[in-house]
T-cell receptor, first 113, second 112 residues
Framework: AQKVTQAQTEISVVEKEDVTLDCVYE???????LFWYKQPPSGELVFLIR??????QNEISGRYSWNFQKSTSSFNFTITASQVVDSAVYFC??????????FGAGTRLTVKP | DGGITQSPKYLFRKEGQNVTLSCEQN?????MYWYRQDPGQGLRLIYY???????QKGDIAEGYSVSREKKESFPLTVTSAQKNPTAFYLC???????????FGEGSWLTVV
C-alpha cells in the first residue's frame, strides 16, 4: 500500500528565509501522482501542484519550487524568501491513479515577521 | 463562481443524534469524496463516489453514510454509531478518479 511521510511536524522561520518541506513516499506502482496542498488557518485545502511519476523535471512557480527525485522517493517543496502569508499546514499526497489518495500528516509552517 | 460548497461551516450535535453535512459542486466533476481531519493529523478517507448512484467505503466508513442521487451533490450523514465524531470534515471532487482533487471549505462538527 502506498504511504506518505512528512517527517517535519512543525517548522518556524523568519520572514525572507528559504524553507524546504520534505516529503518521502512509498509505492509499488510505476505510475503514480504526487501532490502538494496548502491548508491556511481558514481550513480549506488549496491545490499547489500535481506531478506524475514519469516527469522528474523540477518545477518553479514564483517563490515555490518542487524537487522530485525518484531515486530517493522524495518530492520536496521549497519556498524562497518566505512571507508571513505562507504560514499554513502543507500536505504532501500520493495517488496511484485510483480513488485512494494518501496524505502525509502535514507540516505546520510558521513564518515570523 | 465554480467550486465546492459545504454547509454548515459549524455544527453542534448532541450525543445520539444523526447529522447531515451538505456538499455541492458545480464543477461537473464525476468523482466526489469525504475526508475527516482530526487536530494535528492528516486526512482520512471516509467515502468516495465515482458516479451517480454508486459509492465506496474508505478507510473509516463505520458510523457514516452517504448518498449520490445527483452528480452535483454528495451529502454525508454522521450517525449516532460514530463513536468520536468531533472533527473537521472536508468534501472534495475531481474530474475523474485519480485526477487532481479539489476541496471545499470544510465543516466543523462538535459533539456536545
Amino acid at each position: 500500500a502506498q504511504k506518505v511521510t512528512q517527517a517535519q511536524t512543525e517548522i518556524s522561520v523568519v520572514e525572507k528565509e528559504d524553507v524546504t518541506l520534505d516529503c518521502v513516499y512509498e509505492t509499488r506502482d510505476t505510475t503514480y501522482y504526487l501532490f502538494w496542498y496548502k491548508q491556511p488557518p481558514s481550513g480549506e485545502l488549496v491545490f499547489l501542484i500535481r506531478r506524475n511519476s514519469f516527469d522528474e523535471q523540477n518545477e518553479i512557480s514564483g517563490r515555490y519550487s518542487w524537487n522530485f527525485q525518484k531515486s530517493t522517493s522524495s518530492f520536496n517543496f521549497t519556498i524562497t524568501a518566505s512571507q508571513v502569508v505562507d504560514s499554513a499546514v502543507y500536505f504532501c499526497a500520493l495517488s496511484e491513479g485510483n480513488n485512494d489518495m494518501r496524505f502525509g500528516a502535514g507540516t505546520r509552517l510558521t513564518v515570523k515577521p | 463562481d465554480g467550486g465546492i460548497t459545504q454547509s454548515p461551516k459549524y455544527l453542534f450535535r448532541k450525543e445520539g443524534q444523526n447529522v447531515t453535512l451538505s456538499c455541492e459542486q458545480n464543477l461537473n466533476h464525476d468523482a466526489m469524496y469525504w475526508y475527516r481531519q482530526d487536530p494535528g493529523q492528516g486526512l482520512r478517507l471516509i467515502y468516495y463516489s465515482q458516479i451517480v448512484n454508486d459509492f465506496q467505503k474508505g478507510d473509516i466508513a463505520e458510523g457514516y453514510s452517504v448518498s449520490r442521487e445527483k452528480k452535483e451533490s454528495f451529502p454525508l450523514t454522521v450517525t449516532s454509531a460514530q463513536k468520536n465524531p468531533t472533527a473537521f470534515y472536508l468534501c472534495a471532487s475531481s474530474a475523474f478518479a485519480g485526477n487532481t482533487i479539489y476541496f471545499g471549505e470544510g465543516s466543523w462538527l462538535t459533539v456536545v
